[in-house]
């Protein structure tokens, strides 16, 4: 309709996005402080927030980009503190965080899609030109799969079992897609 359905506040300086369509809430990630703010998409009233990240330290930040898992109710955010990197894993009820996926050799996790068939997590790294594959049953890494350059973001389609990865690309490099089967 070309028109805003609904103006609310979210976290300080948003930067990732999920929604729990069963209970009409919008989760909103803060770059910088980590910050989840849950909005009700009803009527855009904030209803409760929390710093997950504060369960680690001063030292670990950098929290931005989110995904979500239905069948756990679990959130994963991105954290890019450098020594600190990985995904952080927090109960999206009480936003309590429950531990911090590692991913090896100083890969910092950008963009990320659930792929909730196959219980698995995908996450884009685009210092190390790899997509990572997280096994959501036992929240480990299990995988590295090489796409373009700097991967950013990616999508998850479980009806066609793929997966669509932007690379971001190079000042010497064109952008481009790469497209996964899963």
Request: overall charge negative; charged content about 15%; glycine content about 8%.
């Amino acid at each position: 309709t070309d028109t805003v359905a609904l103006a609310f506040e979210t976290s300080p300086a948003p930067h990732g996005v999920v929604v729990d369509q069963e209970r009409d809430l919008i989760y909103f990630s803060a770059v910088g402080n980590g910050a989840i703010v849950v909005v009700s998409a009803v009527t855009g009233q904030p209803l409760f927030s929390a710093i997950p990240k504060d369960a680690y330290g001063a030292d670990f930040g950098g929290n931005n980009m989110l995904a979500r898992q239905a069948a756990t109710r679990r959130l994963f955010q991105v954290n890019t503190q450098l020594g600190y990197t990985g995904i952080l894993v927090a109960d999206e009820v009480t936003l309590a965080a429950e531990q911090v996926i590692t991913l090896g050799n100083g890969a910092i996790p950008w963009g990320m899609a659930v792929d909730e068939p196959n219980r698995l997590l995908f996450a884009a790294l685009p210092n190390t030109n790899v997509v990572a594959v997280v096994g959501l049953d036992t929240l480990t890494h299990v995988a590295n799969i090489p796409v373009g350059t700097c991967p950013y973001a990616i999508a998850v389609d479980p009806t066609r079992r793929l997966a669509v990865v932007t690379n971001q690309g190079s000042p010497t490099e064109d952008a481009t897609a790469s497209i996964l089967s899963l």
